[in-house]
């Protein structure tokens, strides 16, 4: 990779994991904060509360993605961050689930993770986006790992309010960085393609339902995670980060391998669906650990070991392969269905983890997921192998 891309990659993989920052740590410590507040013995509401922000998106990543490839990436990401510092400052002064809910709202409502995405593609070389792509999926990963970590011991010095400041300060910042740090890219502008078109293609549509269920299971998953470390591990949560943090960087070294060697060799669907198997044992994994009392403590360490092995693995592929399906003139839209429907995954395992945690137990969280895995598993196993990079 040139100079240029590095810069680019690097300072638009940061802004995009401050997006994700903003979901990441609220999982680990919300579902704990709610019971502080008058409404927060309700696990729907709660659910709402931690989907909401991934519902706003879904309204926005198609219109933000469209826009970014009509009136330019730069502008519409500003504008997006813009409105997610105003919602983080809401959230900061709420005293309810429901005030909190209505601040997610307004910051999800600035959904530029599919411009962020197409303007990484518009700056990088098709035979470098795959690397460029997996810095967004890195800068994910980490961050997750990062909030996994930090996210307790913030709670603990600043409280949830502080946390949402901080996310609203740190936004702000990153307006600078697009507008002075990430350099221009040309735009393909000729030959955009209709909406419906990229919507109904069928590669698009299998990774489009992938990553709904990737990400609906994540978020359904941190609904239970948190109470069944403090109950099989006998782990506060602000000790959680002893458990994240090994399980997480070493989710990295096992990663990497498979996605370079795929990609080397042109074997990323058999990765892809490897991946996916791995999620499915994960989920049935998790369902047999907490149908049982007596379950070890080294059994949900390795299932989290396990999740967020095939879950970097999918995060660093997906966007990489949409990317390179789509039409070159309306990758902003290409990426724009694909965040919505990211977005509405975590909205869905958000408020149908809590309905399902409510009334039916944590441990149908997980076959809810698990179900979900295994559609997803049969849908890939008929998607195209496209081949090694520079090879037509």
């Known amino acids: 990779m040139s100079g240029m891309e590095i810069r680019a990659s690097a300072s638009l993989a940061s802004i995009f994991a401050l997006r994700m920052l903003g979901l990441f740590l609220f999982l680990p410590i919300f579902a704990v904060y709610a019971k502080t507040l008058p409404d927060g013995a309700n696990a729907s509401l709660v659910g709402l509360a931690m989907g909401m922000y991934g519902l706003a998106q879904s309204f926005g990543q198609i219109p933000f993605g469209m826009a970014s490839d009509r009136y ?10 813009i409105l997610f510092a105003i919602g983080s400052f809401i959230a900061a002064s709420a005293d309810s689930v429901f005030w909190i ?7 999800g409502a600035g959904a530029i993770s599919a411009a962020i995405t197409a303007f990484i593609a518009d700056s990088t070389r098709e035979q470098h986006r795959t690397k460029a792509m997996a810095m967004v999926g890195a800068s994910i990963g980490l961050t997750f790992a990062a909030s996994m970590v930090i996210a307790p011991l913030l709670y603990s010095w600043i409280g949830m309010s502080g946390i949402f400041v901080l996310t609203g300060v740190l936004s702000l910042a990153a307006i600078g960085v697009v507008l002075f740090v990430v350099p221009d890219a040309p735009m393909v502008s ?16 299998r990774l489009n339902f992938g990553v709904f269920v990737l990400h609906m299971g994540q978020v359904a998953m941190f609904m239970v ?5 403090v109950q099989y591990l006998g782990l506060p ?10 399980v997480v960087l070493a989710s990295f070294l ?16 058999q990765v892809f669906v490897l991946a996916i198997g791995l999620l499915l044992a994960v989920q049935a994994g998790m369902w047999a650990a907490l149908s049982h009392p007596g379950t070890h403590w080294g059994v949900l360490v390795g299932l989290l070991l396990a999740f967020f092995i095939a879950f970097n693995v999918l995060e660093a592929c997906q966007p990489s392969l949409v990317s390179r399906i789509a039409p070159p003139s309306s990758k902003g839209s290409a990426l724009g269905v694909y965040n ?3 977005s509405l995954g975590l909205f869905a395992g958000g408020a149908i983890g809590g309905l399902l945690r409510q009334y039916e137990g944590p441990a149908s969280v997980f076959i809810l997921c698990a179900v979900a895995t295994a559609i997803w598993l049969v849908v890939a196993l008929k998607m195209k192998n496209l081949p090694r990079r520079g090879q037509a």
């Open 340 to 342: 919505t429907l990211q």
């Open 237 to 246: 949560v602000e000790q959680h980060w002893k458990v994240y943090l090994p």
């Open 254 to 269: 096992f990663m990497l391998p498979p996605v370079f060697i795929g990609e080397k060799h042109g074997k990323m669907k």
């Open 225 to 229: 995670l948190p109470s069944a470390m």
């Open 101 to 107: 809910m209505i601040g997610r709202a307004v910051q």
């Open 72 to 81: 330019g990436r730069k502008r519409i990401i500003v504008i997006g961050l």
């Open 190 to 205: 000729a030959g955009r393609v209709p909406l419906m078109q990229i919507v109904k293609h069928g590669e698009l549509m």
